[in-house]
């Protein structure tokens, strides 16, 4: 059973526009989420988090809403280069993360230039 | 900082066969993870260590052991090499979680085949 549900295998977003990558989670017990970006034959990166008290958390281009009720987050990428083309993983974990992380099966984006 | 290093980085093997993955990171963390990731899979954590000494099934651990070195290393032990076990393996390494979660350094991967 997936805990974690990326319901979109791949995106494509024209450069400059918005990219809005979702993830949804059936576990309430999750309290922090994260976003990685990977890269082919390289190894997933850190790209923002969230923890559960908050619904929104900014870096730079990069933005993660939260929404507990609907269990679901998002990551919204504006605006957006062809560099920002990767897989994008979601990831949750509980416990204020002390627990490992569940990750979704990934959202290959494509930024067309 | 070489950050979290695996060897090797293709390994080819025949059904049956035994072998090792190995892990380092020198960023002085206390947790290390092993995973492996499939096509349309995601990530799916093979076995975790909280600490030097201590060891933890996650998901997917049949067939795979695991050995935590010492705080710098963990490896990934392959006893009798099946098929399904072909895939690419992610180590990662993170600090103990603070207040509100923590991030997961990884490395390059591995990429096995067994034929």
């Known amino acids: 059973d997936q805990q974690v549900k990326q319901n979109s295998p791949s995106l494509s977003v024209q450069e400059g526009r918005i990219s809005i990558l979702n993830c949804d989670y059936t576990?309430?017990?999750?309290?922090?989420f994260l976003w990685y970006k990977k890269y082919p034959a390289e190894g997933p990166t850190f790209l923002i988090s969230?923890?559960?008290?908050?619904d929104k958390n900014e870096d730079g281009r990069f933005t993660v809403f939260l929404n507990k009720s609907a269990k679901h987050l998002s990551l919204h990428i504006v605006p957006s280069q062809p560099g920002d083309s990767a897989v994008y993983f979601c990831?949750?974990?509980?416990?204020?993360?002390?627990?490992?992380?569940?990750f979704g099966k990934g959202t290959r984006l494509s930024v067309i230039a | 900082n070489a950050g979290v290093t695996q060897t090797p980085k293709f390994q080819v093997l025949k059904t049956g066969q035994s072998m090792t993955l190995q892990c380092a990171q020198d960023?002085?963390?206390?947790?290390m993870y092993w995973y492996r990731q499939d096509p349309g899979m995601g990530l799916r954590l093979i076995y975790y260590?909280?600490?030097?000494?201590?060891?933890d099934k996650g998901e997917v651990p049949n067939g795979y052991n695991v050995s935590r070195l010492n705080k710098r290393e963990f490896s990934l032990r392959l006893e009798s090499a099946a098929p399904s076990q072909t895939s690419v393996y992610f180590c990662?390494?993170?600090?103990?979680?603070?207040?509100?979660?923590?991030?997961?350094?990884f490395g390059p991967g591995t990429r096995l085949t067994v034929t």
């Open positions: 990662a390494s993170s600090d103990d979680p603070g207040t509100y979660g923590y991030e997961q350094y």
């Open positions: 576990n309430s017990m999750f309290d922090y």
């Open positions: 969230i923890s559960s008290i908050k």
């Open positions: 260590s909280a600490s030097e000494g201590t060891t």
């Open positions: 990831a949750a974990s509980y416990n204020s993360g002390n627990t490992p992380l569940v």
């Open positions: 960023m002085n963390h206390n947790s």
